[in-house]
């Protein structure tokens, strides 16, 4: 195609209006296409990247193939364009000053007075044509995180105005805002996104598309009087309306020609429209299977704000469809589970995820949930620090060692059946002692884990510091629990498995990042379909 096209994502009026949906939805449309397409996100905290952020504040922590901590947004771009995002992918305004600060300090400036501009929009310029540049994209979309307005913003927006100035019709910027309806009034209002645009062009920009969110239906006539007081054409008004899934949006973008807009105005031929028939036949199967009684499935962890388990709720929710049933994720506070409430709070539930996470706040509901799950015989699935409580419960309550723990929750334990391994230490790469990233695993054929990947060679990602102890190992498996999927540059433990039971896995890495809308994780299929099963008994 030529020289690669920049598309500016940018939000106004409020946070949360659904930029990394909409920026999601352009890229598989212009995919669709045949175009070869990728996302940035532009984060404008200052931490180095949300690994160390309270998943309370911030989500989801999202974990690349080549390890980067990134924001959940990127999540969304995977499972909606079935690409793989790198550390190049999201960067965050503690990044951009750092690596300014490290070249100043090593004298690449010679010595000049170091400021936001040029300095700091030029390395935030770098990044943005780094992907164009060095992985040859037709498109690279870049969704600038936060709200026009807000202070942090302002050098991520002079450098699109800098890029659309010096780029010309290869940049574009598509700016999403919100119409609220006033209840007392009885009417939609456009000026909040009439000060959004306002301010916007305050600083430089004047959007080229504008994507309006509402609860409500947009008349021609509120589209007409926003294009007219934006300075932007009627084709280019586009209504993003609550839809019943996420995975409407990009048919309701293109319904708009949301793509042919954008292609019309960096001087692309339109053509036909795309199909999209793999995308649509997922709807189709959803809508199908919505119709069925849901499937309830106890997702039990201790953070009880949705996006802090994203990628698990998306997971599930894939593979409900790819079963032909609709999974009801019922969450589970598992600081508040007891032996007393734990039959009352998983009654009813076709299967139960044991969660990740950090620390030794709620371990004890998550041992008390795998107990029941296991001797009650509901398939089980831990992910991450979910399959260390396993072990850990398999341990104190099969192999009768009752302190038995992980060295993160008891650093005396006796008992240490997780901890931080000497075979790790050698292959940790970035965070310390964390493993991040895709790690090779070899699964046992025959095993459950084998039979759903339909493979022995697997690769995976990872977010953790403390592992299987193999002096346990053999252990485990004369009592019942097998370790079913080793790592073979370390030999540590990936996957355990009870073959007695009907499914009862825990993975220590962390499968739900890599499940997409046209590629659901096979582990998520089967655990999805054995629950079905354990229900229809």
């Known amino acids: 195609m030529g020289e690669t096209k920049y598309i500016f994502v940018t939000g106004g009026v409020a946070s949360s209006l659904g930029k990394g949906i909409i920026s999601s939805s352009i890229g598989k449309l212009l995919q669709a296409r045949g175009y070869n397409v990728t996302i940035q996100k532009f984060d404008p905290y200052i931490n180095i990247d949300p690994g160390t952020l309270n998943p309370y504040e911030h989500g989801e922590c999202y974990v690349t193939v080549d390890g980067h901590e990134a924001d959940l947004d990127l999540g969304h771009y995977e499972r909606f364009l ?4 790198t550390k190049a992918n999201n960067i965050t305004t503690g990044r951009i000053y750092k690596s300014v600060i490290d070249k100043e300090r090593r004298g690449d400036y010679l010595g000049k007075t170091i400021q936001v501009i040029p300095h700091i929009t030029d390395e935030i310029k770098r990044n943005v044509k780094q992907l164009g540049n060095k992985y040859k994209f037709d498109f ?3 969704e600038i995180g936060g709200t026009v307005g807000d202070i942090e913003s302002l050098p991520y927006l002079e450098s699109i105005r800098q890029l659309k100035w010096e780029l010309g019709r290869d940049a574009i910027v598509v700016h999403l805002t919100y119409v609220p309806y006033l209840a007392a009034a009885g009417e939609l209002k456009t000026k909040p996104t009439q000060h959004s645009v306002k301010e916007l062009q305050s600083a430089g920009i004047q959007p080229d598309i504008l994507v309006l969110r509402a609860e409500h239906q947009l008349s021609v006539n509120l589209r007409k009087k926003v294009a007219q007081f934006c300075n932007v054409d009627e084709d280019a008004v586009v209504q993003s309306i609550d839809a019943p899934t996420i995975y409407e949006v990009p048919i309701l973008m293109q319904e708009q020609k949301l793509d042919a ?6 001087g692309l031929p339109v053509g036909d429209t795309p199909g999209l028939g793999p995308w649509r036949s997922f709807l189709e199967r959803r809508h199908k299977a919505e119709q069925k009684p849901a499937l309830h499935i106890a997702l039990v962890g201790k953070y009880d704000l949705q996006d802090a388990y994203k990628s698990i709720r998306e997971a599930l929710s894939q593979a409900g469809t790819y079963n032909d049933r609709k999974v009801e994720v019922d969450f589970v506070n598992s600081e508040k589970l007891t032996e007393d409430n734990v039959a009352e709070a998983l009654k009813d539930k076709a299967g139960v995820l044991i969660g990740p996470g950090f620390g030794e706040r709620g371990i004890p509901g998550k041992l008390i949930a795998a107990k029941y799950a296991r001797e009650h015989d509901i398939p089980t699935f831990g992910i991450c620090l979910g399959m260390q409580c396993i072990a850990i419960e398999f341990a104190r309550n099969v192999l009768g060692l009752a302190d038995a723990n992980s060295r993160e929750m008891d650093a005396k334990t006796p008992h240490n059946v997780i901890d931080i391994m000497e075979e790790q230490k050698s292959i940790t790469n970035m965070g310390g002692t964390m493993r991040l990233g895709a790690y090779e695993c070899v699964l046992r054929p025959g095993s459950k884990a084998c039979e759903a990947y339909g493979k022995e060679h697997i690769q995976e990602r990872h977010r953790h510091r403390y592992e299987f102890n193999n002096q346990y190992r053999e252990a485990f498996e ?7 999927g080793i790592n073979p540059e370390s030999d540590l433990v990936e996957v355990v498995e009870i073959p007695a039971l009907k499914w009862y896995i825990g993975t220590q890495f962390h499968p739900e990042y890599s499940s997409t809308v046209l590629h659901p994780h096979p582990l ?3 655990f999805v379909k ?7 008994k």
């Open 82 to 85: 079935g690409i793989q995002t």
């Open 140 to 142: 690279v979309i870049t």
């Open 261 to 266: 807009t954008i292609l019309k105005k960096m």
């Open 478 to 484: 004369a009592a019942g629990m097998q370790c079913v």
């Open 524 to 526: 998520f299929l089967s």
């Open 530 to 536: 054995a629950a079905i099963e354990n229900e229809a």
